[in-house]
């Protein structure tokens, strides 16, 4: 037998459970950053994500999270 990617890439019938495998293998990268990593990441994540967000989906989200920050923000 091939290994399990072989394997499921070739019949594609395999049921196994996804989530947990995307657990897993999100633990054992985060197992293996050190603080500073795992920090950059997050600032990333988020930083990335809220880039995709309307303009009033933002001030939304900043407003139920932190809405001092819209007073501190310089308009244009």
């Known amino acids: 037998m091939s290994d399990l ?5 070739k ?7 996804r989530d947990k495998l995307i657990k897993n293998y ?3 990268i985060v197992d293996g950053m050190d603080l500073d990593s795992l920090i950059e990441f997050a600032h990333d994540t988020i930083t990335e994500n809220l ?3 309307s303009d ?3 001030i939304e989200e ?6 001092d920050l819209l007073v501190e923000v ?3």
């Open 11 to 17: 019949y594609n019938q395999m049921i196994y459970n």
């Open 74 to 76: 310089d308009t244009v």
């Open 62 to 67: 900043i407003q139920n999270y932190d809405p």
């Open 5 to 9: 990617y072989t394997e499921i890439l």
């Open 51 to 53: 880039g995709n967000y």
């Open 56 to 58: 009033a989906e933002l």
């Open 26 to 28: 999100a633990n054992s």
